[in-house]
C-alpha cells in the first residue's frame, strides 16, 4: 500500500542557509500536517492544511512557511536556519480531519551545522 | 500544554511479559491515537478511540479510555522484542481541531 512519501531523507545545511522539505501523501487523503521532533522528544506540530488551505498552525518560525499544492503535495521552506532547527521533520496525511487516523512518513533528518 | 504526561516515561519488560502505559490529557477530546516510533524513525499508527469508546482491540494491543479521568492506557500482551519501541499517546481535542497533540511517550525495552 502507498505510504507517505518524504524527501529528501537526510539534509545537512549550513546555518543562514534555507531547505525545503517535500511531502507527498497518501493518494485521496486531502489533509498533510508537518511536524517537528527534536532529540528525545514527543513530535511538535508546526502546520496542516486541508484541501490546500491552511487549516491550524503550532509554533512554527515566522522563517518557515508551507503550503500545500494543487496536487495535495506539501512543502515546507526553511530559511535562515539556526543549530537548533536540526531536528526530524515528520509529514502526516489523513483522509478528513483527523476523525480518522494520520499516517507519518519516514522523516527527514535535518542537521544544521 | 493541553496534553498531559505519559506514564511511566521508561520501561523493561521480560519478552512475554505484558506492558502498560498510561496517558494523561487537560481538556475534552474527539478521539486519542497511539502511535509506536522506533529509534529514528517514523511514527506507526496503532489504534484510534473516540471519545464515546471505552476500550479497542488490535491484534495483542488493548486500549482503554476513560473520559471522567481524562486518561487512557494501552496494553501490550506477550510482548517480543519487537515491541521495543517509543509509544506516544496523541489527542485530538475537537471536531475543530487539525492536529494530533502528542505526549511526552513511553519508552518500552523487551529483554529477550
Known amino acids: 500500500a502507498a505510504g507517505v512519501i518524504q524527501s529528501p531523507r537526510h539534509l545537512i545545511k549550513e546555518k543562514r542557509e534555507t531547505a525545503t522539505l517535500k511531502c507527498y501523501p497518501i493518494?485521496?487523503?486531502?489533509?498533510v500536517y508537518w511536524y517537528q521532533q527534536g532529540p528525545g522528544q514527543d513530535p511538535q506540530f508546526l502546520i496542516s492544511?486541508?484541501?490546500?488551505?491552511?487549516?491550524d498552525k503550532g509554533s512554527i518560525p515566522d522563517r518557515f512557511s508551507a503550503q500545500q499544492f494543487s496536487d495535495y503535495h506539501s512543502e515546507l521552506n526553511m530559511s535562515s536556519l539556526e543549530l537548533g532547527d536540526s531536528a526530524l521533520y515528520f509529514c502526516?496525511?489523513?483522509?478528513?480531519?483527523?476523525?480518522?487516523?494520520?499516517?507519518f512518513g519516514q522523516g527527514t533528518r535535518l542537521t544544521v551545522v | 500544554s493541553q496534553q498531559g504526561e505519559e506514564d511511566p516515561q521508561a520501561l523493561s519488560i521480560q519478552e512475554g511479559e505484558n506492558a502498560t502505559m498510561n496517558c494523561s490529557y487537560k481538556?475534552?477530546?474527539?478521539?486519542l491515537q497511539w502511535y509506536r516510533q522506533n529509534s529514528g524513525r517514523g511514527l506507526v499508527h496503532l489504534i484510534l478511540i473516540r471519545s464515546n469508546e471505552r476500550e479497542k482491540h488490535s491484534g495483542r494491543l488493548r486500549v482503554t479510555l476513560d473520559t471522567s479521568k481524562k486518561s487512557s492506557s494501552l496494553l501490550i500482551t506477550a510482548s517480543r522484542a519487537a515491541d521495543t519501541a517509543s509509544y506516544f499517546c496523541a489527542t485530538v481535542f475537537s471536531f475543530n481541531d487539525y492536529k494530533l497533540s502528542f505526549g511526552a511517550g513511553t519508552t518500552v525495552t523487551v529483554r529477550a
Open positions: 481538556t475534552s477530546i474527539n478521539n
Open positions: 502526516a496525511s489523513s483522509r478528513g480531519q483527523l476523525n480518522t487516523e494520520a499516517f
Open positions: 492544511f486541508y484541501e490546500k488551505m491552511q487549516s
Open positions: 493518494p485521496r487523503h486531502d489533509t
